[in-house]
């Protein structure tokens, strides 16, 4: 599931991606989560495709909001590939 | 005299201070940029993002220190009321509104993606009425105007340069051939579900 505009999971694990159509270059983003989104030379974002840690999850999903262009995404992750254990 | 040099000093320091954080938030998104490389856009994101807050306090300490001064004329209700001061009412008026443009403009980036989608980036428009309104105020309410006056031609004509050129400048095509398409970088995800 990719996610803009209506509610994640709070639980459920995320890894952002960037639409560079849409992508203005302002750099929020860059602020707001620098451990996983810098910024090229011509001030577009670099996003790192991993994961996101579940403790940084509020920092990313802050990030994704903050964006005025809505052009940074969180998409689900599914559990098997963050290595979490699905209960029964 | 101490509150007066202090207000002043303040002002001043204040003004310079939001001249930079105008100037680099014009060149953040300006056409020009992908011509040079430095400073790096981080770089510049992050002093743009210094410079604010440094701005707020110099121009809080500048409010302050001219309400304690006795002869200035200001008072507290002439620096939170536009028109309740008694020394050049439409000068300082300008000063008090821009004081709060710029409140509202840094308030809304600075909650930005805390509570939903708050739309900062119309808000932070406001910042460029915010600058025309501490400049006049400058101009206008400053009682050694004359001294300062080619420090205020200067960064006016600058900053109304740079956000000229911002609007009207189309961006090289040079630097943009060298900058890969996004579906051949690594780095870039690209965007997958959500076209679907």
Known sequence: MTVREQRLDDEAPVALAIDMIRCDGHGICAWLFPDRITLDRWGFPLVDRSPVAHEDRNRAMRAVRACPRAALIANTVPAARTGATVQP | ?196
Request: hydrophobic residues 55%; glycine residues 12%.
């Open chain 2, 1 to 196: 005299m101490l509150p007066w040099i202090l207000g002043r000093g303040l002002g001043i320091a204040g003004y310079l201070s939001l001249f930079g954080l105008t100037a680099f938030g014009l060149w953040l998104r300006h056409p020009w940029r992908i011509r040079v490389s430095k400073p790096a856009p981080e770089t510049v994101l992050r002093v743009h993002a210094v410079l604010a807050p440094l701005t707020l306090v110099l121009i809080v300490g500048h409010v302050i220190a001219l309400v304690l001064d006795r002869y200035a004329g200001v008072g507290w209700l002439g620096a939170v009321a536009p028109g309740g001061s008694s020394y050049r009412p439409l000068a300082v008026a300008l000063g008090t509104l821009s004081l709060y443009f710029g409140a509202i403009v840094g308030a809304t980036a600075a909650l930005a993606g805390r509570w939903g989608r708050l739309p900062w980036l119309p808000v932070h428009r406001l910042a460029s009425l915010a600058f025309v309104a501490v400049w006049l105020h400058g101009i206008l309410a400053g009682s050694d105007t004359k001294v300062m006056l080619p420090i205020y031609i200067v960064t006016g004509a600058l900053t109304l340069a740079g956000w000229m050129t911002r609007r009207l400048a189309k961006p090289s095509l040079t630097p943009h051939r060298e900058r890969p398409a996004a579906a051949d970088r690594t780095d870039v995800p690209m965007l997958t579900a959500g076209r679907r």
